[in-house]
Every structure is written in C-alpha cells, then in structure tokens.
C-alpha cells in the first residue's frame, strides 16, 4: 500500500495557524453588553517547522502532560513518539529531552520523519494500566490520555525511555489502542536506536494505516455508514434522535423517517406528553418532514411545540419554558419557533425566538463571548457553547433578513463563532471545557461547531477564507475518530447540573457507539456532503 502523508492531527507541522483574532464584523449580541472581543486567549503560536509544543491532557493532580513534535523532512509519512517519566521525575525524562534537543538540531532535510516527545508522561507518578479500565476521564485519568491521544494520531512507533513497568509497550503492541490499531513498541529506549531509525524508518503501524482509511471517506460515505446505526427509531422524541432523523432525510429515506413519525401524527402517541427542551428540539424533525412533504399534520405538531412559548391569550412568555437555565436552551427552545415562523409565516415565533436569545444570553453569556452552561457555574462547556452555535446557525437559516431582531442575531452568531475559532485545537478539535488547557478532545462539540461555521459560509454570514480551514480541520478530527460500526471517540456523557471546573472536567467520555454523537456526526456529513 503506498505510503499517504503523516495523519493531519499529528502532522501539525501541515496544520493551519490558529485565529486568535475577531473578525471585524463580529459585534455585539442581541443583548445591550457587548463581550470584550479585545481580550483573546492566550494561545500557541502557529505551528513552526521546527518544533511546536501541545497537550496531551490532564494529570490526576490537574498538571498538564505536554509534548513537543519536531517535523520530518518534507514528504515524510513516518512518526515516531518518544515517551519519558513515565513512572514519574526520574532519569528517563533527561533522557527523552536530550533527545528532543538533538533532534531538533539537524537540519529539517536530514531528519527521516516526526518526532513527538512526551518528556514527562506522567507528572503525579500515578499508577498506570494499559489499556486503562474504569470511566475516562475520571479514573487512571494520566492513562486515558495517553492511551487514547496516541491511539487516534498513530504513531509508526512508538519508544520508551527507560524501563516500562506500567505495560504500555507491551499494550500498544498487541491490542487496537482507543479502537484505532496496534502500534509496535519498545522500551529501554537509548540515543543509538534513534540513530539506527535515521536510516531505516519504521513501516506504517496497523493504527497509521486505519487512520488513512478513516480519512479517506468522503462526508456521503461516512454519513450512510453512520446511518446504519443511528436514526433508526423515534421511540423518543427528542432532539438526538431528530437530528440523526433529519440526516436520513437528508440521505433521501423519506419513506422510512415517515413510518417512525407516523404515531405522533396519526393520534396514536402524543408527541408533548412530557413536554421539555428535549422533546422542543425533537419535533424539528416534524419540521422537516412538512417541507418536504406539505403534509399540514407535521406542521401541526411544530406549531403545537412552539406554542409553549405563549400563555393562554396568546401572549409572548418571558422565555420558552423548561429551559433550567441552561445554555443548550439557545438550540431546543430556538429553532423550534424560528421553525414554526417559517412553515407558518406568523411573525411572533420569530418575535419569541429573540425574545427567548436575548433571555438566554442573559443567564449564560459570559463577559468574554462564550457561555457558561448555566448560571450556576462559569464554566465553559463544550456542548454548552455547541448547542448555541448550532441554534444561532438553525434559527438564522429560518429567519427573514427583514425581521428587526436578525442583525442582532445574526452579530450574537459571528461573536461566538470568533470566539470559537480561538480555541480551536491545531488538530481541529474543540475541548469538552472550551478554554481550559488538558480538557479532552471532545467528539460532539467538534462536530455540532463544525456545522455551525459551515453553514455560516454557505450562507454568506462567515468569510470563506477565514473559517473554511477550521471546517476542514474539524471536519478531519471527526473522520479520524469515527471507526467501524458507529463507535466514536470521545463523546462527553450527558451532563446536567454540573456544579464545578472538576465535574466538567471528570465528565465520562465514551468510547463506542454513542447515538447523540452519531447525530450530530451525520447531521455534519451531510451539510458536508451538500445535502441540505
């Protein structure tokens, strides 16, 4: 098989610079305060060809686990990962930094590919297990960042410095590491055996080749492969299984959404028998459905949703209700009416639909441009800054320009997308805590921001050429960590009222089938693929 180019999330040295500026027409959001868009984080500069340093993740004890990846001469696929400390601060940390030192000496001609070193794999000198067993990342959190870090940028090899009494090596070499592929490995790793691999370069590790595969899919064929598993049942209706509903539509299953919607619109099942934001943003998929179909019963259900927004006499509600004054409420309790305003063509859903925005922004928007997830706590979650990304982009496609309140969703829309894009990883994605150092790579946020920036440039409402390579970038993170039969990488659990930075940070983050980042996987593909 030829040999294809270093996998985009290790080949950092092929990444795009990081925006940290704020488009110039980003502005204020619909509220009167306008978040300080002067004060950026602070973030890497852009990768040099020389040496570029990033994080792996987070330690028991909060400190970060970095690594520092030299490129490969140009045209060079292979990767080799250097590991040191990992027992904790004793000699093998020397050892793996001396290497770094001398490797980033040559001239970038004469190096025969990429180094990543990690000097100090484990700051605390925790106990490690590999494969690590418990719940990422909350228990053996040192062990799950490696093991899942190294498993989706797969390495060509992979070299310990000094003795390896946690079993990585042993591990690496003979199970498919985070579901990707077996990487051969090697401890008592010395300066001459980096020498022996200048001249012959290890061959492609099994996880290399399947990160090959998994990039080459194009966004229709990962969109009908994850239609095999998600979208195939409406038992709920809440917006996970709506949205991976919508994506079957979208793949041209008319007949079959139909069949599973068909209870809620015949009598059979009441859709709103336990109304709440889940079940708001469920009935998108009616939406849907009436659009393709002009069949007046799915509008019915829409409007029977978005009428929660209004009291007995018709008048507007302060917000839509059950919203618990979390920020996801800027997608469920949004769309929905802005939905309704387009299939019925009554202005006050759109009048509630702002009404509600500027409610929410009140509560969750923070002084910086992200949101907290909910007034409760100031933490920037990822899915709590996804889901308004994707309701801004959802509710703007169903606004009129003419409306009064458009201009001013539509400057709240490119304010977080701005701040998005500074935090963007180098390997595209985005962090289950948006802003914090060491947070893990999480799966549906990367894939619902991702949607959000796409649909902004098909609309006009994003420059191309400033958010086109984040799209892309994310759009790579998401094909690498999606594998066979519908697993996926890093899919933070389903969080409630999480009350601290640790809660958020210590969230689940699964690793298999997950029908939530399923969806917004497909519902990504197929905007990706064209067919909206």
Aim: net charge positive.
């Amino acid at each position: 098989m030829p040999r294809a180019a270093a996998p985009l999330a290790l080949g950092l040295v092929l990444a795009l610079p990081l925006y940290a500026a704020t488009p110039s027409h980003a502005a204020e959001p619909l509220h009167a305060a306008t978040p300080p868009h002067s004060a950026e984080p602070s973030r890497a500069a852009a990768p040099s060809h020389s040496a570029e340093r990033l994080d792996i993740g987070l330690s028991g004890k909060g400190a970060l686990i970095e690594a520092v990846v030299v490129a490969g001469r140009p045209g060079s696929s292979e990767t080799v990962l250097l590991l040191g400390g990992l027992s904790g601060r004793d000699a093998s940390v020397s050892v793996a930094r001396a290497a770094l030192r001398s490797y980033r000496r040559e001239p970038r001609r004469r190096r025969a590919f990429q180094l990543i070193v990690i000097p100090l794999a484990n700051p605390d000198g925790a106990p490690l297990e590999f494969p690590p067993q418990g719940t990422a990342y909350r228990d053996r959190p040192e062990s799950y960042a490696l093991w899942r870090w190294i498993g989706v940028h797969a390495p060509d090899l992979v070299l310990i410095a000094g003795p390896d009494s946690s079993g990585l090596a042993a591990a690496l070499s003979s199970h498919a590491v985070a579901e990707v592929g077996r990487i051969p490995a090697r401890d008592g790793f010395t300066a001459e055996g980096l020498l022996e691999l200048r001249r012959e370069p290890p061959p492609p590790s099994a996880a290399h080749l399947e990160i090959e595969r998994r990039r080459a899919r194009s966004p229709l064929e990962l969109a009908r492969e994850l239609a095999v598993y998600f979208g195939r049942d409406f038992n709920q209706p809440i917006y996970i299984d709506a949205i991976a509903l919508i994506a079957q539509l979208r793949l041209g299953h008319l007949k079959e959404v139909e069949r599973l919607a068909e209870p809620y619109v015949d009598g059979a099942r009441d859709s709103l028998a336990r109304p709440n934001s889940l079940v708001f943003a469920g009935h998108l998929v009616f939406g849907e459905l009436a659009r393709r179909t002009g069949d007046p019963r799915y509008t019915a259900r829409v409007v029977a949703a978005a009428s929660f927004g209004f009291d007995a006499d018709g008048r507007m509600k302060e917000a839509m209700p059950f919203h618990n004054g979390f920020s996801d409420s800027l997608f469920m309790g949004t769309v929905i009416l802005a939905q309704a305003g387009a299939l019925t063509g009554e202005r006050k859903y759109f009048d509630m639909a702002a009404r509600h925005v500027a409610f929410m922004q009140r509560l969750d928007l923070r002084s910086d441009g992200l949101y907290r997830h909910h007034p409760g706590t100031d933490v920037a979650w990822g899915r709590g800054n996804a889901f308004p990304a994707i309701g801004y982009a959802l509710t703007l496609s169903d606004f009129p320009p003419d409306h009064p309140a458009f201009p001013r969703l539509l400057r709240a829309y490119r304010s977080l997308m701005a701040r998005l894009l500074a935090f963007q990883e180098p390997d595209g994605t985005w962090r289950n805590v948006i802003d914090y150092p060491g947070a893990y790579r999480e799966f549906s946020a990367t894939a619902m921001i991702a949607f959000a920036m796409l649909r902004g440039i098909e609309k006009g409402w994003l420059p191309r050429k400033r958010y086109q390579p984040a799209v892309q970038r994310a759009w790579e993170a998401v094909l690498a960590r999606v594998g066979p039969h519908g697993r996926l990488v890093n899919v933070c659990e389903s969080t409630a009222r999480a009350s601290t930075l640790e809660d958020y940070l210590h969230r689940a983050a699964i690793l298999g089938p997950d029908p939530r980042g399923g969806a917004m996987a497909m519902l990504l593909a197929t905007e990706m693929a064209g067919l909206h």
